[in-house]
T-cell receptor
């Protein structure tokens, strides 16, 4: 399997611009997570989906952030308008948790998208 | 609220010395527990996990961790550290849904 694929790997943009980060989870995984990593706050869970449905978006910092999962193989995280404080590494991760299973499957991470907002 | 605490931000260990990284959790019930490692510019890789059963779990790269319910701890250990172990280590916990991470411990390995 190709693993979790994120794009772009690096993005440099100017304040006020729209940013779209993309994620392709591992095929067959029914949970998808978006995390943000900064020096100050560490790894923060922004939002996660189960079977393409957003379950918990309480970590989304502001209305400027939005996430979608139109199908099982694709998700986007959008920031509009972007601000310098949004500069961070954004990780997508996926896992499976089959119905009736006693334990969740391993969470697999993409390599991250490093966002710099000038 | 669910939380994971890693009290040490940085730890420096001499190559060949033993290592212990601390992790404490606060959950309503015993969660599933994990340790991840992150090398610079990379994503997170799973080192080991605890779900139930034997409280001492073995992972990859010679790491092990011990679950202690009475102390709400899940400390990571390695008997002899190699220079390639220098990285950031994250403890994490989950109930059935989302995974909550600690703030991480950066391991530096001195010659």
């Amino acid at each position: 399997d190709a693993g979790v694929i994120q794009s772009p790997r690096h993005e440099v943009t100017e304040m006020g611009q729209e940013v779209t980060l993309r994620c392709k989870p591992i095929s067959g995984h029914d949970y998808l997570f978006w995390y943000r990593q900064t020096m100050m706050r560490g790894l923060e869970l922004l939002i996660y989906f189960n079977n393409n449905v957003p379950i918990d978006d309480s970590g989304m910092p502001e209305d400027r952030f939005s996430a979608k999962m139109p199908n099982a193989s694709f998700s986007t995280l959008k920031i509009q308008p972007s601000e310098p404080r949004d500069s961070a590494v954004y990780f997508c991760a996926s896992r499976t948790y089959p119905w009736g299973a006693r334990e969740p499957g391993e969470l697999f991470f993409g390599e991250g998208s490093r966002l710099t907002v000038l | 609220a669910q939380s994971v605490t890693q009290p040490d931000i940085h730890i420096t260990v001499s190559e060949g010395a033993s290592l212990e990284l601390r992790c404490n959790y606060s959950y309503g019930a015993t969660p599933y527990l994990f340790w991840y490692v992150q090398s610079p510019g990379q994503g997170l890789q799973l080192l080991l996990k605890y779900f139930s059963g034997d409280t001492l779990v073995q992972g990859i790269k010679g790491f092990e961790a011990e679950f202690k319910r009475s102390q709400s701890s899940f400390n990571l250990r390695k008997p002899s550290v190699h220079w390639s172990d220098a990285a950031e280590y994250f403890c994490a916990a989950t109930g059935f849904q989302k995974l909550v991470f600690g703030t991480g411990t950066r391991l530096l390995v001195s010659p």
